[in-house]
């Protein structure tokens, strides 16, 4: 079809940076609710809707989809003094149920119902806490996608709601306390301030810590903790499995660089100092559990790979600081306690091992996993005998596992049914240079049998970026593209953590460049080794990925068929004037405050290398207009920019965009949603570069 773009006004807006004068046409489009910006948006929703739409196979699309998505799935169980608690999703409902039963064999009932929280599935429950007795549950409650939140607490004894009602609420965190005999007194939890209605993308800032009172209205909320002079603090409460602690996960950034601060919980409540126990965030620093007054605490200080250290609380120092589990060639990911030893989850090569470890370090045991896949939930606690984890791989949803500590027995206690055929298909994994000979590594899953004649449609799928690690997880969608014939490719980009603290160094402020490397390597390597074609080779990312594909189709627009930028970051000169973009300048670096920053940020911002009368490959941007973490600004400036730079080109391909009602980042987002997203996906996929 022909593409006619809605017209985009152009604004006379330059801003200089350290002598630089750097121009910001679209600045209009930041202000997502005036009318002019309404406008544009419905023109090009109208645009994008119509060019998918004219797909004929995106009915057909749709339904496989929905085929594939309609299966049970449970999650992660855990133990609450009689009551087993876990979510359970029947295939196609919206949200995932929370159940609890007394067994595993029981019938289980109904503990909290999302779905019946909004008509449209557009209401999310994002967090929660349940007391030890399993009598109470406080959960939050995020709507249309939205990071806020509102608390509210429901007795499941009786099955109705309190009148708790907390607002304010973001990135918030829940921690019960109790009397002497074990009764739920009231919970910790941190909030921001109200926000100010003339700015509502404004970066959060003063975040606190209350005690909220069983019953009461959150006016009463007693302030607990504050850091007037670092207001970019947060606060999110813990309480130790015994009670006797209250610790904050101190956090100011995306990255994993915090504190550790504790207080004695003497009387849960009440005013009290805060032992600063550590208050330079120079690493990672997870509280696992305590014995006594040691603390076992998870760290890279010192280990880029991770290790575990016990802290006498009497000595705190550094010095005094016991190695109990060391630094590995494998990547330390998650530890807790649990039957009286430290659960470790480890990550050798991009998959998942488990081990068991005495308090004193010595290995206990190392129960054998199904094969090449992730643990993507574990729950253990200290007094508990039995570990719960779910394991899964790219073409498998994964069951539920128990390992009984006291007899090293591992079951699986739910397996998901599977309505095709696994064995159709394999998951390689391959490692290959990048641009600096560094080796990366990918993991490619299809049909078997497959022919290297550079026929088949690839879908490379990357992130790079905060440590966050691409693991074996299954996901439908993944696997509707291998059953139509295509080649799924999951990258392990530096910027992960996939190995290590340092590969995720590799990745981050001036080294980001090392990144879209890694990606154009893979996208080389792909078409080198017979897999696809250029023509044929889509790219997906989203948030961070989605600056990923949007920077590396700006610097290689040769080398794809097609690019999908997901919720992406796109102006790397502002983000951090607008809500959560506040938290990533550690990743990423600060363009306003730092010379050296605005150097390689200018070097790769999307939205500021968009090149007038360049032939770029068929994109697709998303965002929707409740995304309050990567603001829809990037996505509006970036295909406003894209959409100009092409309107001279002949024959160009299509840069079209789609933006979500009552949707957000992906937080809490209802299955129907993920269908529809998916669905047009791919029929945009099937029209930009299925085709020979």
């Known amino acids: 079809m022909t593409i006619t773009y809605p017209h985009t006004p152009q604004v006379d807006v330059v801003?200089?940076?350290?002598?630089?004068?750097?121009?910001?046409?679209y600045r209009w489009l930041e202000n997502p609710t005036s009318a002019d910006t309404q406008a544009w948006v419905a023109a090009q929703n109208?645009?994008?809707?119509?060019?998918?739409?004219?797909?004929?196979?995106?009915?057909?699309?749709?339904?496989?989809?929905?085929?594939?998505?309609?299966?049970?799935?449970?999650?992660?169980?855990?133990?609450?003094?009689?009551?087993?608690?876990?979510?359970?999703?029947?295939?196609?409902?919206?949200q995932a149920v929370l159940y609890r039963a007394r067994s595993l064999d029981e019938a289980p009932q109904v503990a909290l119902d999302p779905n019946t929280l909004a008509e449209d599935g557009t209401a999310a429950v994002t967090s929660q806490a349940i007391t030890q007795d399993g009598r109470f549950l406080a959960y939050g409650v995020s709507y249309g996608g939205s990071d806020r939140q509102e608390i509210y607490v429901r007795d499941l004894?009786?099955?109705?709601?309190?009148?708790?009602?907390?607002c304010?609420?973001?990135?918030?965190?829940?921690?019960?306390a109790y009397d002497a005999a074990g009764a739920p007194l009231g919970f910790y939890y941190n909030r921001d301030p109200e926000r100010d209605p003339a700015r509502l993308d404004a970066p959060p800032q003063d975040n606190k810590l209350y005690w909220h009172t069983l019953g009461t209205p959150q006016e009463q909320d007693r302030l607990i903790y504050a850091r007037p002079d670092t207001p970019e603090l947060k606060f999110p409460p813990m309480m130790s499995e015994d009670g006797r602690y209250l610790v904050l996960y101190v956090w100011h950034?995306?990255?994993?660089?915090?504190r550790l601060y504790y207080r004695a919980e003497e009387a849960p409540g009440s005013a009290g100092a805060f032992v600063r126990l550590i208050d330079e965030p120079d690493a990672a620093y997870h509280f696992i559990g305590n014995v006594g007054d040691t603390f076992y605490i998870?760290?890279?200080?010192?280990?880029?790979?991770?290790?575990?250290?016990?802290?006498?609380?009497?000595?705190?120092?550094?010095?005094?600081?016991?190695?109990?589990?060391?630094?590995?060639?494998?990547?330390?990911?998650?530890?807790s306690m649990a039957g009286g030893k430290l659960a470790v989850v480890t990550m050798h090569n991009a998959t998942h091992r488990l081990s068991l470890y005495e308090l004193d370090g010595r290995l206990a045991a190392q129960p054998s996993l199904p094969k090449m896949g992730a643990i993507s939930g574990l729950w253990g606690k200290a007094g508990s005998s039995d570990l719960f984890f779910k394991f899964e791989t790219y073409l498998e949803p994964g069951s539920i596992y128990r390992y009984h500590i006291p007899t090293a027995q591992l079951t699986a206690v739910w397996q998901t049914p599977l309505a095709y055929d696994p064995s159709r298909y394999e998951t390689r994994q391959v490692f290959?240079?990048?641009?600096?000979?560094?080796?990366?590594?990918?993991?490619?899953?299809?049909?078997?049998?497959?022919?290297?004649?550079?026929?088949?449609?690839?879908?490379?799928?990357?992130?790079?970026?905060y440590s966050i690690s691409h693991l074996p997880t299954f996901a439908p969608q993944q696997l509707y593209w291998v059953e139509q014939g295509g080649v799924f490719v999951d990258v392990n980009l530096r910027g992960g953590s996939e190995y290590g603290e340092s590969w995720h160094h590799a990745g981050m402020l001036a080294n980001k460049q090392n990144v879209f490397d890694d990606f154009i390597a893979a996208a080389e390597w792909l078409i080198a080794n017979g897999y696809t074609q250029p023509a044929r080779l889509a790219i997906m990312g989203r948030s961070n990925g989605g600056l990923l594909t949007a920077a590396v189709m700006l610097q290689r627009p040769d080398l794809f068929g097609a690019v999908l930028a997901i919720v992406p970051v796109t102006d790397m000169l502002r983000f951090h004037k607008f809500t959560a973009g506040c938290y990533w300048t550690a990743e990423y670096g600060n363009a306003e405050e730092n010379a050296d920053h605005f150097r390689f940020l200018y070097a790769y911002s999307p939205l500021h290398n968009v090149r007038q009368g360049t032939r770029y490959p068929a994109t697709l941007i998303t965002t929707a207009d409740?995304?309050?973490?990567?603001?829809?600004?990037?996505?509006?400036?970036?295909?406003?920019?894209?959409?100009?730079?092409v309107a001279t080109v002949p024959n160009a391909a299509p840069i079209l965009l789609r933006v979500d009602r009552k949707s957000g980042h992906g937080l809490g987002k209802p299955t129907y949603k993920w269908l529809d997203e998916w669905a047009d996906i791919f029929a945009f996929l099937q029209a930009a570069c299925q085709r020979k």
């Open 253 to 258: 950034a995306a990255i994993s660089r915090n």
């Open 298 to 335: 998870q760290t890279d200080w010192q280990a880029p790979n991770g290790r575990i250290m016990a802290i006498d609380l009497a000595q705190p120092q550094r010095e005094h600081w016991r190695e109990i589990v060391p630094e590995q060639p494998d990547v330390l990911v998650s530890a």
């Open 15 to 25: 801003e200089f940076y350290h002598g630089t004068a750097v121009a910001d046409p």
């Open 626 to 645: 409740g995304d309050d973490r990567v603001v829809p600004l990037h996505a509006y400036k970036f295909a406003a920019a894209l959409q100009t730079a």
């Open 46 to 94: 109208q645009l994008t809707r119509a060019f998918i739409d004219s797909v004929p196979q995106r009915p057909a699309i749709h339904q496989r989809l929905t085929e594939l998505w309609n299966y049970p799935r449970r999650f992660v169980p855990q133990r609450h003094g009689d009551w087993l608690f876990f979510y359970h999703n029947d295939g196609l409902q919206n």
């Open 168 to 176: 304010h609420c973001r990135f918030a965190s829940i921690a019960w």
């Open 432 to 465: 290959y240079p990048s641009k600096d000979g560094t080796a990366v590594s990918m993991f490619l899953v299809h049909q078997k049998g497959l022919r290297l004649d550079g026929s088949h449609p690839v879908l490379l799928y990357g992130y790079g970026g």
């Open 157 to 166: 004894e009786s099955g109705q709601e309190l009148p708790d009602r907390l």
